[in-house]
């Protein structure tokens, strides 16, 4: 208790002193693009000392307590928890990137990454925490009784992590860009060591307390600006998930307001119906496209490792629900207000004055041109890098951890020291992020679409796997092996077409594959058919042994 | 299945009353998960009609006497609007330079004799500052008086020294096509707090159903755990 004071107490004091402080350098800041802004990089300086401080102050004791917080977190906090790791750059940008760009279309991604939590409690939360494992990986391997499964699983693994990492260090490389007003590339090495040395030095520390307090503090980042933006244009900004839906209809029909943007353009706009109409031809994306993205992100999400582990913090099954429940509804507070940004975004930056704006940072262009105080705006852009930062530092741990435990330890020297492992978490580590920064440089898509990529590998991979190794007694090591090599394959060959396309080589079939099987949503049929393969191959195989079966009739389904 | 058949789990085929009970649970919540997302936007797509904009219905009237040079200047007038209009819905169209040569080409008919080799010298000079701010050409636009179009009119044309431009390009109709018509219903054309129906439904109510769907089962599921005995506190 004392030592939940202590924390409430150190925040407190931040916090006051960081409003108290930072007003002195107010008048920086006030530009789209541009020079150095001193208030961002102050404040994004302050929030990770913060972030690094609380997790020294929770510094995990040893293995278990790193990799489930010792099974004592409450399902309240292990929601927050979830929460704070899942609100990425992704969320945090990538998200009202999409809707601005591509109006209707961008909501398959909200409903998406939320519906996938219905499929994850309903399928898989409770049963996963009874299935006693710490790790994706372990569960697979021995849910299929095969060391082979556990190290093409902890590979697909790294892959997920290293595909979701470059979407998150595209994010930091243009909220980089905008804090220091150097270029793109620059802002991505910049970044990139800054987020490396983060995770070495926070990697080993408290990561789900941690967690909590990241999250508190990366929502009121984000809300602030929304009630600003909504009661400065005289919305109902009360509620501003609400409040914003008049900006929406406004933008349909065409508006003129007395209001003006800091760039002193009236805040007006031509009807623009394909902002919300449904697959519109002038987006370029239709019905189908959207519900593919939709349902692919939805099994997605259900089978990312790093959201599945967050199961066994808990020290109940029944916590393992709930911690989903909470973790639901503490996403849906970003995902209700992120489309405000797209809307206002859209608004304010109609004038034909303010050009081409890079999509991912339209919710730190919406606040600045809606002249939102720069210390807000500061607040928010540090918000997002905080935001990229979490979710890489932990993706890179559990990338590198998986080299290290799975593939290093488990395969190529069973014998190493718990010194020698470490110091392959670490080069691991390095290796990967210089990795992810190497192919954030290429600038393959937006965020939010680079990520998709991930949920799209989770999707054909893990999440079959668990569904099926969890229902259905009879899937066997051969299927699970067949389901894991259809995945990965129609995985492999969507990315080599996407790369390749992306270099001008046009592989046969390049228009069927970019329809039908986009790096975005390819998962919407690789899924099923990964479903399908282990069914088959299970049928045509022997059962799996009688104590996998038992331990999941008994341990896992309470079948005495 | 030789001496398996006692661990046997089948979602399909339950066969204790609390796998019963649970799967019975489980497929209620994705039933209504499922209609709910996609059973939505199936429906939207079963009852959408295409609905032309305003300035599709001129564009459709006006564009074949363009062609047929019939047109009158009212007319001409209405349809650079049309054209103008576009221009300001997004940068692609802002870049687009068969429909920026169709507006310059039409402002051009639509100017007086005096005004027209002023217009042109304009346009050329185009080339060096991309902007060109005349209130005659708002006035003969119709535009002086609108806001949001007369901001539009600094970005809105080409050069015209050395090229040939058309109000009536090739790729106009697939321009108007794309950008002026959308898939209306009465889901997309009804309001809810502001919002068109089917937006409310997609950015608000499934997230607050999934959040719904989520409490419900939790609470329902605890109490068939604690019906079966199963997920003791000590568990």
């Not at chain 1, 189908?288 to 066994?312: D, E, N, R, S």
Request: hydrophobic share 50%.
């Amino acid at each position: 208790m004392m030592k939940l004071h202590a924390k409430t107490l150190f925040c407190l004091t931040f916090i006051v002193g960081l409003l108290v402080a930072l007003p002195a350098f107010g008048a920086s800041g006030s530009t789209l693009e541009g020079g150095f802004k001193l208030i961002p990089a102050l404040i994004l300086i302050a929030m990770i000392v913060l972030f690094i401080t609380i997790g020294f102050m929770n510094k995990a004791e040893g293995t278990s307590d790193y990799y489930a917080a010792g099974r004592s977190i409450s399902s309240f906090g292990s929601g927050m928890a979830i929460a704070s790791n899942w609100m990425s750059a992704a969320s945090f940008l990538g998200m009202a990137a999409i809707m601005y760009g591509s109006g209707y279309h961008g909501l398959s991604y909200v409903v998406g990454w939320t519906g996938g939590y219905v499929l994850l409690l309903v399928l898989m939360a409770s049963q996963v925490r009874r299935f006693g494992k710490y790790t994706a990986t372990d569960f697979i391997g021995d849910r299929y009784y095969s060391n082979g499964m556990r190290l093409a699983t902890a590979i697909i693994a790294i892959c997920i992590s290293f595909s979701y990492c470059v979407g998150q260090f595209g994010g930091i490389g243009i909220m980089f860009k905008w804090i220091l007003g150097i270029n793109y590339t620059w802002s991505v090495i910049i970044g990139a060591s800054v987020v490396l040395t983060y995770t070495l030095v926070s990697g080993m520390l408290g990561v789900t307390k941690n967690q909590q307090i990241q999250y508190v503090i990366l929502i009121i980042a984000f809300l602030i600006p929304a009630f600003v933006l909504t009661f400065k244009f005289d919305y109902f900004w009360l509620i501003p998930p609400i409040g914003y839906g008049q900006v929406v209809s406004d933008i349909v029909a065409g508006t003129t307001t007395p209001y003006i943007s800091s760039l002193g353009h009236p805040m007006a706009t031509v009807p623009t119906p394909e902002f919300a109409m449904p697959w519109d031809p002038a987006t370029g994306k239709d019905f189908f496209q959207w519900m593919a993205t939709c349902f692919a992100l939805m099994i997605g999400t259900a089978g990312l490792p790093h959201v599945i582990q967050k199961f066994y913090v808990v020290p109940k099954p029944s916590d393992a629900r709930w911690s989903v429940t909470w973790g639901l509804f503490f996403i849906c507070i970003l995902y209700w207000t992120a489309p405000l940004y797209s809307a206002f975004g859209k608004i304010l930056s109609s004038n034909p004055e303010v050009g081409a704006l890079a999509k991912d940072a339209i919710v730190v262009y919406t606040a600045q041109l809606g002249s939102v105080h720069p210390l807000i705006v500061g607040f928010l852009a540090a918000g997002a890098v905080a935001a990229a930062f979490s979710t890489v530092s932990g993706l890179l741990v559990a990338g590198s951890s998986a080299f290290s435990h799975d593939i290093y330890f488990g395969v190529f020297n069973p014998q190493a020291t718990g010194e020698q492992q470490m110091r392959m978490v670490k080069l691991a580590t390095v290796v990967m992020a210089i990795g992810v920064a190497g192919v954030s440089l290429l600038k393959l898509g937006l965020i939010a679409q680079l990520v998709a990529v991930a949920f799209s590998l989770a999707g054909c991979t893990m999440f079959p796997l668990f569904l099926v190794g969890i229902w259905w007694t009879r899937s066997n090591r051969a299927g699970g092996i067949a389901s894991l090599t259809v995945g990965s394959t129609i995985s492999l060959v969507v990315i080599a077409y996407f790369i390749a396309g992306k270099y001008g080589v046009s592989f046969p079939g390049k228009d069927f594959m970019n329809y039908w099987l986009n790096p975005w949503y390819f998962a919407w049929i690789a899924g099923p058919l990964a479903v399908l393969a282990n069914v088959v191959v299970s049928l045509m195989t022997a059962p799996p042994p009688v104590e996998v079966q038992k331990h999941l009739a008994e341990t896992v389904h309470g079948v005495k | 299945m030789e001496g398996t058949t006692n661990y046997s789990i089948n979602f399909f085929k339950p066969r204790t009353a609390f796998l019963k009970e649970n799967v019975r649970i489980i497929l209620i919540s994705i039933t209504i998960w499922a209609v709910c997302v996609f059973g939505f936007h199936i429906l939207m797509k079963v009852i959408e009609k295409p609905t032309p904009e305003a300035g599709y219905l001129t564009y459709e009237q006006v564009y074949p006497k363009l062609s047929a040079g019939t047109a009158s200047a009212q007319e001409k007038a209405e349809l650079a609007r049309v054209y103008l209009a576009l221009i300001g819905k997004s940068i692609a169209l802002q870049n687009n330079s068969a429909l920026k040569g169709g507006l310059t080409a039409l402002t051009y008919e639509l100017l007086p004799p005096g005004e027209k080799e002023a217009f042109k010298a304009a346009t050329t000079a185009l080339v060096s500052d991309h902007k060109l701010d005349l209130a005659y050409v708002q006035r003969a636009l119709g535009v002086e008086n609108d806001i949001v179009l007369k901001g539009m009119v600094p970005f809105a044309f080409v050069p015209m020294e050395g090229a040939s431009l058309s109000a009536t390009a090739p790729e106009i109709p697939g321009i108007m096509d794309k950008y002026l018509i959308h898939y209306q219903s009465f889901l997309t054309d009804s309001k809810l707090f502001g919002f068109p129906f089917h937006y409310f439904y997609s950015a608000v109510f499934l997230l607050a159903l999934f959040n719904l769907i989520c409490l419900v089962y939790c609470y329902v599921i605890d109490g068939v755990m604690k019906k079966h005995g199963m997920e003791s506190e000590n568990e």
